[in-house]
């Protein structure tokens, strides 16, 4: 199991909450609305900063696969994220992108919108993807949506899947997330809104590698 | 009637084809795979480039809605675009960012994916967009499929309502969309890719504007 910390604020604070927490996370998100302020200077800068580090590019992909995935590839990301309701071409064409690049990049599913998520999960696995993230939309949380209920019925229909759980992980809703057995778990601002980042992040990655 | 050209290469090469078009276009486009290069830079600089040109920034908005959105805004852009397939919420959470901004910001909505366009596209309207886009995806164009049936079929049921076309518009396949009365025309790669782009649009411009 991975814990993901999602960056979705400027470079400078993102940079300044990586800096505390780079221990004890597995991969950093450079989150959607940091890579519409700043491009692909995001993740070209967290990787010179973190050569080792995993990093996901939360493109969001929904159109022009292999263009997109690749633009992100060549920045240094090792993860790029395709949407679930993208066309079947669409997703397909990110995973060649990453298959022809070296040092084996890896396409993340968001399953925002998706209405049969055993079916279209099956279909996406199907056409070679690595993983389906189960995501609570941010302007769903606020109503007290949580994405338990959808990585428990999709563990049950899919036991050997590769899953992730994004949208508004907290410490209290960690344990009851970690029995359904995510790959990934994405936590944002239960980490980045800490008064403490780095004293969240290390109890979380303690309850996820233990 | 408008004609929007859509910028999707890498910021120097976008800044020389508007600096051979902006004459014979309305809206500029900063398309997907810009943002994703340069993030909202690429927004900056088009407008100190144009001060009083339409800018369009293409973030296909999926979630965070206002927050989203307002990236763009603030960053000068006058449109931004939101799927369809979005949540409602995160739909109204843009036409807010919109609404809250100075300056008559408009939110254009992308019909990718979207099953049924006559009732997705009515909620739409009834949640404030600005234009409904029916857009054939990049990945679908090589399969030879054209925006010309959706639009035909969602003006016939939509009379009145404010369409915009995307997705392998030219010059040859214009008259039959322009029979169908879209407010905005999206040309990308017929003007970009083109040996003479300043000639393409400048016959584009005339067709739509006669």
Redesign the interface.
């Known amino acids: 199991m991975k814990l993901q910390v999602a960056l979705d604020g400027d470079l400078a604070s993102s940079r300044a909450i990586l800096a505390q927490v780079h221990a004890f996370i597995d991969i950093a998100e450079i989150g ?2 940091l ?8 993740v070209k800068t967290l990787r010179a900063d973190y050569p080792n580090l995993t990093l996901l590019a939360d ?2 992909i ?4 292999e ?2 995935a690749a ?2 590839f060549e920045a240094g990301a090792d993860i790029v994220t395709v ?1 679930g ?3 079947d ?2 997703v397909s ?1 990110a995973v060649t992108a990453a298959r022809r690049s070296s040092g084996g990049k890896q396409v993340l599913v ?1 399953m ?2 998706v209405n049969d998520l055993v079916e279209r999960g099956r279909e996406l696995l199907a056409l070679g993807v690595d993983y389906l993230c189960i995501h609570t ?4 949380q606020r ?1 007290g949506a949580t994405p338990f209920a959808h990585l428990q019925y999709l563990r049950a229909m899919l036991p050997d899947s590769p899953l992730a759980v994004a949208g508004g992980v907290k410490p209290d809703t960690l344990d009851s997330l970690l029995a359904f057995k995510p790959e990934i778990v994405v936590v944002g601002g239960a980490i980045t809104r800490a008064a403490n980042p780095a004293e969240v992040a290390r109890q979380i990655h303690e309850r996820i590698h233990r």
């Open positions: 959607t609305p890579i519409y302020r700043e491009g692909m200077n995001a493109l969001k929904m159109d022009a696969g263009e997109e633009i992100a949407l309701v993208a066309h071409d669409t064409r968001d925002l919108q939309a941010y302007d769903l109503s």
